[in-house]
């Protein structure tokens, strides 16, 4: 009770944050997933419903060949058992639930720390930054690298500060291995080194156990690029390494420069937090403070796994587009969150009330950048869904058609409302010419179709796709994206609608 009466203004602060996360999600997330990935569990939860049930085929392959996101199918599987249907934007907006537990996992920190008011607000208004939870918004994204989170800070609270307890973490860790994914391994193995420094009565069976736990998923691994038929995993190493590893930390920023550079601030920033907390080596673990430095330590693993698994350009450099990627949104904002623990516990008034005033500009300022991004993203997946559900067919990555119309017939889930695409007319049309297929195409998006957002390409086979042709915005990308799909397909004439 006393906790609850001492962070009544934060508290507060914490639900009118989240339910404005909660209210720009509603009016973002379309009730379709934006990536492939969510497709393809949505029909393994079909296979599994109309068919057989088999334990090994829903757990194997593992997404990509690397993650098993066993979470993630176990909670589309109930979903459907309970209500018949998958409504992809509901469940989304039931999982920031998840975004909800972790603020008060932080909080509960902060009480027992004794940090003020106002740090407290600082630190929650940074953490519901738009660009920091851009990846909430989808399934993959909440119950991948936001599930992956709220295990860890689960794992690292009940060690730093909760009951000091390596057997619930241990726990925790491992079960973040078999539900969720390999980014999961960072934490078992900083809680190995842990283990060993702090002499627990039962190190060596956590340990047995943890390293059969990493064993026994790398042959899931195995087995699954099998399955998939995958080539085999190469491993990359050279000095643009540790420049990597940088730029994942300062992700956030997605100019290299900038985001290795705080990259570097951050990583430094931490080393010297956690030199300055009193005792020897062995003390130094037992820290409460220890909190922040086990988050920051087992985040940096998953950075230094990307440098060595993925690859931009062969040897060129590491991961580094991969890096800042979108999709790892969550991970760059918690970098500079940890970061802004070692400013916020100098409890440093006018650094603390200067704090503020930044972080409401930058909340603001994200807010009101980065909405219109989401915005013409929302307009990309109701395209894809309106693909998908008249003539299974997607402009960014390939379908299976046969698959995509089981899907669409079995009714295992929800579409959005496609009303007002259906009322879009046509304004212009244009005629693809065979002999200058690739470079009329590239042409039309380039100038002309840039006179309006949606387009419909009339395919060969009589079915028709919808298009976005972003205006001033990722103009290469999307170039790129759709003269791929004009490869694979046969087009006789593009009409731009309004």
């Not at 009940?158 to 925790?172: C, N, P, Q, S, T």
């Amino acid at each position: 009770m006393t906790f609850f009466k001492n962070n009544l203004l934060v508290i507060g602060l914490i639900i009118c944050l989240f339910i404005f996360h909660l209210l720009i999600g509603n009016s973002l997330i379309v009730a379709f997933p934006p990536f492939g990935d969510d497709l393809g569990f949505i029909d393994l939860v079909r296979n599994i419903s109309f068919n057989s049930f088999s334990f090994k085929e829903f757990y194997y392959p593992f997404n990509g060949g690397v993650h098993s996101n066993l979470l993630m199918k176990l909670c589309l599987l109930i979903q459907f058992k309970i209500f018949g249907i998958i409504n992809y934007k509901s469940i989304t907006l039931f999982l920031q639930l998840f975004v909800l537990g972790i603020a008060f996992i932080f909080l509960k920190y902060f009480e027992k720390q004794k940090w003020s008011t106002i740090s407290k607000i600082v630190f929650f208004i940074l953490f519901f930054c738009l660009k920091g939870n851009f990846d909430n918004y989808n399934v993959i994204g909440v119950l991948q690298h936001g599930a992956a989170l709220l295990f860890l800070i689960v794992f690292s609270s009940y060690y730093a500060f909760i009951k000091k307890d390596l057997k619930i973490a241990f726990l925790v860790s491992n079960l973040a291995l078999i539900f969720i994914s390999s980014e999961a391994i960072g934490a078992i193995l900083f809680l190995i080194l842990t283990s060993l420094m702090l002499d627990s009565k039962h190190k060596y069976v956590y340990i047995f156990i943890s390293l059969a736990n990493i064993l026994v998923f790398y042959l899931g691994i195995k087995y699954s690029s099998n399955l998939l038929q995958l080539p085999p995993t190469k491993y990359y190493f050279s000095i643009s390494f540790f420049q990597g590893i940088l730029i994942f930390v300062g992700g956030l920023f997605t100019n290299f420069k900038i985001a290795s550079l705080l990259g570097f601030l951050y990583l430094s920033g931490m080393s010297l937090y956690f030199f300055k907390i009193p005792g020897s080596l062995k003390e130094k673990f037992k820290d409460e403070k220890m909190f922040s430095v086990m988050i920051f330590i087992s985040l940096l693993f998953v950075g230094a796994l990307v440098q060595v698994t993925r690859v931009d350009s062969p040897g060129v450099n590491h991961a580094f587009g991969t890096s800042v990627a979108v999709r790892f949104s969550s991970y760059h904002l918690y970098f500079l969150m940890l970061f802004l623990f070692l400013l916020l516990e100098t409890k440093n008034k006018l650094l603390n009330y200067s704090l503020l005033l930044i972080s409401i500009f930058n909340y603001g300022f994200n807010l009101f950048k980065s909405y219109s991004y989401l915005l013409l993203d929302r307009q990309r997946v109701l395209l894809d869904a309106y693909n998908f559900k008249t003539s299974q067919e997607n402009t960014i990555y390939e379908l299976d058609k046969n698959v995509a119309k089981n899907m669409v017939e079995s009714g295992v889930m929800n579409f959005p409302d496609f009303t007002n695409l259906n009322l879009l007319k046509p304004n212009k049309s244009y005629v693809i010419s065979e002999t200058k297929y690739d470079n009329e195409f590239t042409y039309l998006v380039s100038n002309q179709l840039f006179e309006s957002n949606i387009a419909k390409i009339y395919l060969d086979n009589n079915t028709t796709v919808l298009v976005m042709v972003y205006k001033n915005y990722n103009h290469t990308s999307n170039i790129k994206l759709l003269t791929s799909f004009v490869r694979r397909h046969n087009f006789t004439k593009i009409e731009v609608l309004e």
